[in-house]
């Protein structure tokens, strides 16, 4: 097995990624019985650090798991990773697991809740310098899991619908996929949200979506810009029609998509109110209302 540069937290130590170790018998890993949250690290600063532990906290909640630090010595767990790895750029996950039982019982009250978190080199779904050429990706068949089973409010890893969407965007030569409800409107992507832009009106999915946090970050850059943006039903034949689709990430902020089932979205490169936007939001990475450097974290001051 390989394993990338970074420093991971576990059982209470930080260790390397490569002894970074949980039991097989742990329920997090048999039954995808967890929560996690990822933000990232630009230039030595978290991005909106606050709001993925929010999401995190809540998220914990809703499965009920609880956390084994405060808010405060979380941060500041993510910020020691960061700091060990010696990363300038990074990609920064949370993870709190059922655990199991220390006497293997099936009663899921006895488990041991288990927090790990890692610092690893920053991930992207679409690299800087494939930004122009934008993303290929498909309107998957497959749906995804229905909120009223598994809520897609919480961060979770129930990614099968994701993993075989991705698989039918591979066999159909196209970079990622977006699935689709029931009723035919837009979902998201395996680690993304998805907008779309028709006649200068920006559109994105209002349910059955994670609550991104670069997602609430494209709402509010839309609204400094001045941008008219409706969250509501959006139909995935609007997708094929629309002037601009882009998608939103921790992993890769606000990305755009040039093609959708083959065919060119648009002019097939990036659009005017894509560019605006993902222009506002790598500017904004050492905004201190939305960012705090790894060092004022280490030394207790959470914000950002
Ligand atoms: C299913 C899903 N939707 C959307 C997102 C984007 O969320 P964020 O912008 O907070 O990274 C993610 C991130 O991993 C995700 O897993």
């Avoid at 993304?192 to 994105?204: D, K, L, S």
């Avoid at 890769?252 to 894509?274: E, F, H, K, Q």
């Amino acid at each position: 097995m390989n394993y990338p540069a970074g420093t991971a937290y576990i059982d209470g130590a930080f260790v390397p990624m490569s002894e970074a170790k949980i039991s097989v018998l742990d329920w997090g890993f048999l039954h995808s019985d967890a929560t996690y949250d990822v933000v990232h690290v630009w230039k030595g600063r978290f991005f909106r650090l606050d709001s993925h532990i929010e999401r995190f906290l809540r998220s914990a909640d809703r499965l009920r798991l609880t956390l084994p630090v405060s808010p405060g010595e979380l941060a500041r767990i993510l910020a020691e990773c960061v700091a060990r790895s010696g990363f300038q750029d990074a990609y920064v996950e949370m993870v709190l697991t059922r655990g199991a039982s220390p006497t293997f019982s099936r009663d899921l009250r006895d488990a041991r809740h288990q927090l790990i978190c890692f610092a690893i080199p920053f991930g992207w779904i679409l690299r800087p310098e494939q930004r122009e050429a934008g993303l290929s990706i498909v309107l998957s068949d497959i749906r995804r899991i229905p909120p009223d089973s598994v809520d897609p409010t919480v961060k979770n890893y129930h990614w099968l619908d994701f993993v075989m969407g991705l698989y039918d965007a591979y066999d159909r030569g196209a970079q990622s996929a977006v699935l689709t409800d029931a009723g035919g409107n837009l979902a998201e992507g395996p680690g993304f949200n998805i907008f779309t832009v028709r006649q200068g009106r920006i559109a994105t999915p209002d349910r059955g979506v994670l609550r991104g946090v670069t997602r609430q970050t494209a709402i509010a850059l839309a609204a400094e810009l001045g941008f008219p943006l409706e969250e509501r039903l959006v139909a995935a034949a609007e997708a094929l029609a629309a002037d601009e689709v882009f998608v939103t990430s921790t992993a890769g902020g606000i990305m755009p998509v040039t093609r959708i089932n083959a065919a060119a979205v648009g002019a097939g490169r990036m659009g005017p109110v894509t560019r605006a936007l993902l222009e506002a939001y790598w500017a904004r990475h050492d905004d201190p209302a939305w960012s705090t450097s790894v060092d004022e974290v280490l030394s207790g001051n959470l914000a950002g």
